[in-house]
């Protein structure tokens, strides 16, 4: 079995900042690509932010210049540090991670979500 837990969303006012975290775990042999993905309502899942586990990160055009994406391999943990946030960006975010479990077995994983609410 393998899990990923996100933790970090809430309530927070335009302009405002919220890091989210995101932790894998169970019977890993590797871990690949890890990124982050939102869904608002009534709209399609969007990608916010991928690295891989070299380090290299891609971002939404949308995001650019304000959230940023990073890892701690040795944690197997990956966090989007989000600023000047905007209500428009309110949404369910997803972490994403592409795993190898002890069997070899290579796949997609999703975390639960975590609300992230941009509002006065």
């Known amino acids: 079995q393998v899990h990923l837990v996100e933790s970090g969303g809430g309530l927070v006012q335009p302009g405002g900042s919220l890091r989210l975290s995101c932790a894998a775990s169970g019977s890993i042999r590797s871990i690949n690509a890890m990124g982050w993905f939102r869904q608002a309502p009534g709209k399609p899942r969007e990608l916010v932010a991928t690295?891989?586990?070299?380090?290299?990160?891609v971002y939404a055009d949308s995001v650019k210049g304000r959230f940023t994406i990073s890892r701690d391999n040795a944690k197997n943990t990956v966090y989007l540090q989000m600023n000047s946030l905007k209500p428009e960006e309110t949404a369910v975010y997803y972490c994403?991670?592409?795993?190898?479990?002890?069997?070899?077995?290579?796949?997609?994983?999703w975390g639960q979500g975590t609300q992230v609410t941009v509002s006065s």
């Open positions: 994403n991670a592409v795993m190898v479990d002890l069997y070899y077995d290579r796949r997609q994983y």
């Open positions: 690295i891989t586990d070299g380090g290299s990160a």
